[in-house]
């Protein structure tokens, strides 16, 4: 089974809803790192969480850490086409390298 | 400050054939890592490089293979290529390792 498990697998919503992505360590969690990628295209980073219970926002897209849970969700606000793509959680397991998960395809319709 | 470069951006080849992939990190970056990406598998650790020596290897086969230059730029090179390597292969550089920076990918198609 995955280390890193996102639910859900895609999300399909109308413009303006709320969603919430989220992702499963099988291990502790010493950072956690969300990025959206384009199909076919490289990821661009969103967020970096490293605290228990730390929360982050920018724009319309928060995430938090629940540390104990090993455990983060995203969440988006209002969401909007340009909202569309692949979102991936990364983990950092204390590995030396970054574990992701499948990632969640995000699909925004009018 | 330019972001991290891969090249080619596609490439097509045929079973058993070679292939070199070339990244440039981020300046100032000492840290480069390889991942491939398939539907099937997601995002998978390939190898981490730094400083030119390889830090941390994932679970691929001998036939993917690496290094890193002394201005930091890196290469992959998968031999023998099978149908299962067609993949996106995307590199990533950081500054120390953490937080990562990634490529546009280099679209790998076997025929």
């Known amino acids: 089974s995955q280390e890193l498990e996102q639910s859900p697998q895609s999300l399909i919503v109308q413009e303006g809803k709320n969603l919430t992505i989220n992702c499963t360590s099988s291990?502790?969690?010493?950072?956690l790192y969300w990025y959206k990628q384009k199909y076919g295209e490289g990821l661009i980073f969103l967020m970096m969480?490293?605290?228990?219970?730390e929360e982050k926002s920018h724009e319309k897209i928060t995430a938090k850490l629940d540390e104990k849970k090993q455990q983060s969700s995203l969440h988006i606000t209002a969401s909007q086409p340009s909202h569309a793509g692949i979102y991936l959680c990364?983990?950092?397991?204390?590995?030396?390298?970054?574990?992701f998960g499948t990632g969640t395809r995000l699909q925004v319709f009018p | 400050k330019a972001g991290v470069t891969q090249t080619p951006r596609y490439l097509i080849k045929t079973r058993g054939q070679q292939v070199t992939l070339s990244c440039s990190p981020i300046?100032?970056?000492?840290?480069v890592s390889w991942y491939q990406q398939t539907p099937g598998q997601g995002l998978q650790f390939l190898f981490e490089?730094?400083?030119?020596?390889?830090?941390n290897k994932g679970n691929f086969p001998g036939r993917f293979s690496g290094r890193q230059f002394s201005n930091s730029r890196s290469e992959m090179n998968v031999s023998t290529l099978e149908l299962g390597d067609s993949a996106l292969y995307l590199c990533?550089?950081?500054?120390?390792?953490?937080?990562?920076?990634f490529g546009s990918g280099t679209q790998l198609s076997v025929l």
């Open positions: 990533a550089s950081s500054f120390g390792g953490e937080k990562l920076f």
């Open positions: 291990k502790t969690l010493y950072g």
């Open positions: 969480l490293q605290k228990g219970g």
């Open positions: 490089y730094f400083s030119e020596t390889q830090r």
């Open positions: 300046s100032g970056h000492r840290s």
């Open positions: 990364g983990a950092d397991t204390n590995t030396d390298k970054l574990i």
